[in-house]
Nanobody, 116 residues
Framework: QVQLVESGGGLVQAGGSLKLSCTVS????????MNWFRQAPGKEREFVAA????????NYADSVRGRFTISRDNAKNTVYLQKNGLKPEDTAVYYC?????????WGQGTQVTVSS
């Protein structure tokens, strides 16, 4: 059974920073790509960032590239999302995701609110 638990969300002013964490239980964490998604009120869930199993390759949505950094610590089964230069439009519930075979696993999400 794979379980994901996000933490680190909160309320921050525009221009501020937050670091999200997602800890994964279950075996084989280090074998899989890890992803962050977000969902703003009234909008569909959208891709934010991804990191390869080794951490050597990353990918970002255009809207966050240059401001957000994804990283992972396989020894701790944890993936991170460092968010700098936050904007009000970054307000959303942030979810981490892992796909094992054909199954997508999601955390419960963590709320990030950016005030102007």
């Amino acid at each position: 059974q794979v379980q994901l638990v996000e933490s680190g969300g909160g309320l921050v002013q525009a221009g501020g920073s937050l670091k999200l964490s997602c800890t994964v239980s279950g075996r084989g964490f280090s074998l899989y790509v890890m992803n962050w998604f977000r969902q703003a009120p009234g909008k569909e869930r959208e891709f934010v960032a991804a990191i390869s199993w080794s951490g050597g390759s990353t990918n970002y949505a255009d809207s966050v590239r240059g401001r957000f950094t994804i990283s992972r610590d396989n020894a701790k089964n944890t993936v991170y999302l460092q968010k700098n230069g936050l904007k009000p439009e970054d307000t959303a519930v942030y979810y981490c995701n892992i796909k094992v075979g054909r199954i997508d696993y999601w955390g419960q999400g963590t709320q990030v609110t950016v005030s102007s």
